[in-house]
């Protein structure tokens, strides 16, 4: 063990591997001797900072370096907006804030700031990890102050298989930002594993990343389903071969499986249930949507799980401890409530939606993730979104816009006409009446939020 090296990804340094960003890279073991806080690091022991910096590649820096450190790290992805940040500082005591020279240093003004940078400089004396730190996370809403989820370095691992040493070199990448939940299961991975990773920067298009993961070698990637849509629909695709793709962080319905196994046949693809609160559940690896009835009936694992009312609830030491600044986490039996709705069909649970997601078509409930699942099982569509419309007379009809495959950058018009009629078909043929859209929209592209997730927004 590196009696340098600070906290547990510090002792993680010697085993090699480099992380790439967009415009930089660094060895990992020049860590051991070397700082990107220069001589501020140990001015920042004890305190609770906050990570705010535009660049994953320093804020993959500063987190190896501030675990064992810090007392409290608070983790602030891009896209956190401005007038939040007061009220996150307040709630997790920052008396401290790491940034980089693309960040606000303006907008934390009333505390301490030290910068980061992926140059290096010499350590002035070894480092120490004397701490536990605490990790805080902020959770993906689109609406309203984040809220600030407690973690520990053991919360955040517990999914991590210890001793799985491959003899291949493995090279981690994620869609995702790593100051997320998603994409920190994959640094920590890349991290404890002494495997390289590629970071994503927000300046790369979808394709520009693909092009540079490629040109890394990566052999293993992340992201959500929409993250996965949008990378399909790039030519830059075919410039990876991993020899595993995961995804997350939404509904892995049929269409997109099916998709990436025709794209990475010698890929072992694999969708996993996890959120920032309730940590990693599970994943399932046998290329089907939803998941076996016997994960929630298993009993004596590390992950206990029930259905409440529909919902998915989610008991184990990976999920977080609290809210630092919000309502009660978890229930008396210290089950954590994920709002994700699943239904039972024959031996298989299916994801049906979110509790807070439903729209209301003349009094009859519909998730309108249920409907994405038909329409995406065309073989030309590649996304689609369904929402509400408003309708005078039952109140709101659905809406469907739709991304359609383009064959070497156009398709006919007509043939693009045919699938829309060809959609609706299915969804006739599949579902109930009141859950088929009235209108279906062909459109170019779909937003995706900073969290990877599909925006969803009524009309």
């Not at 220069?38 to 906050?50: A, N, P, Q």
């Not at 981690?172 to 495997?195: C, E, H, K, N, V």
């Not at 693909?210 to 695709?237: F, Q």
């Not at 998709?259 to 559940?281: C, K, M, Q, W």
Request: net charge neutral; aromatic share 4%.
């Amino acid at each position: 063990m590196l009696q340098s090296s600070g906290g547990r990804l510090g002792e993680a340094l010697a085993a090699g591997g480099s992380l790439f960003g967009a415009s930089a890279s660094v060895a990992l073991g020049e860590l051991v001797r070397s700082s990107s806080l220069g001589s501020g690091l140990e001015r920042l022991r004890g305190r609770s900072v906050l990570l705010r910096t535009s660049d994953q590649l320093v804020a993959a820096l500063a987190m190896i370096e501030l675990d064992g450190v810090a007392r409290r790290l608070v983790l602030c992805p891009p896209g956190v907006a401005v007038a939040h940040l007061p009220g996150l500082m307040a709630a997790g005591e920052i008396d401290a804030v790491v940034f980089d020279a693309a960040a606000e240093p303006e907008a934390i003004a009333g505390t301490e700031i030290m910068g980061c940078s992926a140059t290096l400089l010499p350590l002035a004396a070894p480092r120490q990890g004397t701490l536990e730190t605490q990790w805080v996370l902020l959770t993906s809403g689109t609406t309203g102050r984040p809220k600030l989820v407690v973690h520990s370095l053991a919360s955040l691992t517990g999914a991590i298989a210890r001793g799985t040493a491959s003899s291949a070199p493995r090279v981690w990448s994620t869609f995702y930002d790593i100051r997320r939940y998603g994409g920190l299961q994959i640094f920590l991975r890349a991290m404890l594993g002494g495997t390289s990773l590629v970071l994503s920067s927000t300046d790369e298009t979808v394709g520009d990343f693909l092009t540079r993961a490629g040109g890394c070698g990566v052999t293993h990637i992340s992201g959500t389903p929409s993250h996965w849509r949008r990378a399909l629909m790039s030519p830059a695709a075919r410039r990876i071969a991993p020899g595993y793709v995961r995804l997350s962080g939404e509904i892995a319905d049929q269409g997109i499986l099916d998709a990436l196994r025709a794209a990475y046949p010698d890929a072992n693809i694999g969708h996993a249930f996890a959120s920032t609160e309730a940590g990693v559940a599970f994943e399932v690896g046998d290329g089907l949507a939803g998941f076996p009835v016997r994960l929630l009936e298993e009993a004596g694992g590390p992950v206990d799980m029930k259905i409440e009312q529909g919902s998915l609830r989610i008991r184990s030491g990976r999920t977080a401890s609290a809210y630092l600044d919000g309502p009660t986490l978890k229930d008396p039996d210290d089950f954590v409530d994920t709002r994700d709705l699943v239904e039972r069909r024959g031996d298989r649970y299916h994801f049906v939606g979110r509790t807070d997601g439903v729209i209301n078509v003349g009094g009859l409930k519909v998730h309108p993730e249920e409907v994405e699942a038909v329409i995406n099982r065309h073989p030309s569509v590649r996304m689609s979104r369904v929402k509400s419309q408003r309708n005078a007379i039952t109140g709101a009809v659905l809406v469907a816009d739709v991304v359609v495959r383009h064959a070497d950058g156009a398709e006919p018009a007509e043939e693009a006409e045919a699938v829309k009629y060809q959609v609706l078909e299915a969804c006739h043929r599949e579902l109930p009446a009141f859950k088929v859209p009235a209108l279906v929209r062909l459109v170019r592209a779909l937003d995706v939020t900073a969290a990877g997730k599909l925006v969803r927004r009524d009309a």
